[in-house]
Nanobody, 124 residues
Framework: QVRLEESGGGVAQAGGSLRLTCLAS????????SGWFRQASGKEREFVAF????????YYGDSVKGRFTISRDNAKNTVYLQMNNLKPEDTAVYYC?????????????????WGQGTEVTVST
């Protein structure tokens, strides 16, 4: 069974850091890509970052560029999201997803498998 499991969420102060982890099981990451999205209360799901598992090339949403870094470990079937200089507006539930392999990566319809999410709260 294909499954994604996020971890690493929690509470951080503004300016602080957290690292999220997404562990995949049931398939091999190295033939596709993975993305991170987030959804704040009362808002639509927002694209955060994408990584191509073949060459490791990343792509970021405008709101997190320069602060967040996506990376992967092929051997561990794991993708990470390092979040630095956190802001209160980063507060959301963060989801890991498997890219379905289409031409775009920023829409949630580009992904076919989702984790349950991990909650991040950034306090002032």
């Amino acid at each position: 069974q294909v499954r994604l499991e996020e971890s690493g969420g929690g509470v951080a102060q503004a300016g602080g850091s957290l690292r999220l982890t997404c562990l995949a099981s049931g398939w091999t990451f190295n033939t596709a890509g993975s993305g991170w999205f987030r959804q704040a209360s009362g808002k639509e799901r927002e694209f955060v970052a994408f990584i191509n598992w073949h060459d490791g090339s990343p792509y970021y949403g405008d709101s997190v560029k320069g602060r967040f870094t996506i990376s992967r470990d092929n051997a561990k079937n794991t993708v990470y999201l390092q979040m630095n200089n956190l802001k209160p507006e980063d507060t959301a539930v963060y989801y890991c997803a498997r890219w379905a392999g289409d031409s775009t990566v920023v829409y949630d319809t580009d992904y076919d498998v989702w984790g349950q999410g991990t909650e991040v709260t950034v306090s002032t």
